[in-house]
């Protein structure tokens, strides 16, 4: 059964930090990249960071740039997302997402909230 489960989400003080993972079962985690998406209430979706397959690529969106961390460990089949001088925009439910070919796979979402 393909799985892919978030967590670490909840609630932060501006300017604090948070590390989600995304745990993969099911599937070869290590031919697909790793996307990680939130939506923010009354926005769209926006694509925070990305990972290839073996790690030799990786993005950011610019609202995150220098304060976020996408890595993954192939061998625990789980992604993560290290968060650090969070703001109160950075507010949403984040969804990891994996995709090689035309193969990808959600997770069920996670809530940040970053608030005083």
């Known amino acids: 059964q393909v799985q892919l489960v978030e967590s670490g989400g909840g609630l932060v003080q501006p300017g604090g930090s948070l590390r989600l993972s995304c745990a993969a079962s099911?599937?070869?985690?290590?031919?697909?990249?790793i996307m990680w998406y939130r939506r923010a209430p009354g926005k769209e979706r926006e694509l925070v960071a990305s990972?290839?397959?073996?790690?030799?690529?990786?993005d950011y969106g610019d609202s995150v740039k220098g304060r976020f961390t996408i890595s993954r460990d192939n061998a625990k089949n789980t992604a993560y997302l290290q968060m650090s001088s969070l703001k109160p925009d950075d507010t949403a439910v984040y969804y990891c997402?994996?995709?090689?070919?035309?193969?990808?796979?959600w997770g069920q979402g996670i809530q940040v909230t970053v608030s005083s």
């Open positions: 997402k994996a995709s090689w070919s035309l193969s990808e796979h």
């Open positions: 099911g599937f070869t985690f290590s031919n697909y990249r």
């Open positions: 990972i290839t397959g073996a790690g030799r690529r990786i």
